[in-house]
């Protein structure tokens, strides 16, 4: 995991106002969003997905879902969500990053999971420290710093039961050697993290200076009981 060296972002304490205020809202829920009927959903999905093929219409939308599930609780900065489809071998693209009002792609990349997940694909997640798990849910972006892997993102998980300790396990946005073309080619996988997003250093700064500071993240994966329990993936009321 990176150690914390030098914050560029807001400080931890700065930013608990933010975490007690979205603790609050969760509960109680804010003013209604102006979110997209079901045709404009299935539109905007479809259009994710003719970008970015391996991202498919029902993860789309879900990503979508969650993403006016969270702006419901004012806690949106810019309109984007990043989906991560963890339900796909690491060696093809599974990370896009759309901005919701037009559905344009902006990246469409590789990205690792954990070593406790799986090896070439992530089957098992752990919202536990110590077991180097990829966590399943919604997340808020939070601020950058400088630490192991360089540029890197905080992360602040709003499922509490499945992501609520990422935080705390410094689950975030690094870069990485081991996630490229190349990697992949090699070894029929991508490398694995301690449960952190790795992303390729080609991309990986640019997009953190994009997605960070209050936008949205999906890490997607068709397990049953995350499906059932989890607010943010049905259309918002």
């Given at each position: ?41 299935k ?56 901005d ?27 919202n ?21 892997h ?9 499922n ?8 705390r396990?410094?689950?975030v ?9 190349e ?29 960070r ?25």
């Amino acid at each position: 995991m990176p150690k914390r060296l030098v914050a560029t972002g807001r400080s931890s304490a700065q930013w608990s106002p933010l975490w007690a205020a979205l603790a609050l809202s969760l509960v109680t829920g804010t003013a209604h969003a102006n979110r997209p009927a079901g045709q404009r959903l299935k539109q905007l999905a479809e259009t994710i997905h003719s970008q970015a093929p391996n991202i498919s219409t029902k993860v789309a939308a879900a990503a979508i879902n969650a993403y006016f599930h969270v702006k419901q609780r004012d806690l949106i900065a810019k309109p984007l969500v990043t989906i991560v489809d963890y339900s796909l071998p690491s060696a093809r693209k599974r990370l896009a990053v759309a901005d919701v009002r037009t559905a344009k792609v902006l990246f469409y990349t590789y990205v690792a999971h954990g070593q406790g997940s799986g090896a070439e694909y992530a089957t098992r997640f752990s919202n536990q420290p110590g077991t180097h798990a990829s966590s399943l849910g919604v997340y808020l972006t939070g601020q950058t710093y400088y630490g192991k892997h360089g540029y890197s993102l905080r992360l602040k998980g709003l499922n509490p039961k499945f992501n609520g300790a990422a935080y705390r396990r410094d689950i975030v946005v690094h870069s990485a050697w081991y996630v490229s073309r190349e990697f992949a080619q090699t070894h029929g996988r991508m490398g694995r993290s301690w449960g952190c997003f790795a992303l390729s250093r080609k991309v990986e700064s640019a997009i953190v200076k994009l997605i960070r500071g209050g936008t949205v993240l999906l890490a997607y994966y068709p397990d049953p009981k995350w499906l059932r329990s989890s607010p943010f993936l049905h259309a918002p009321r």
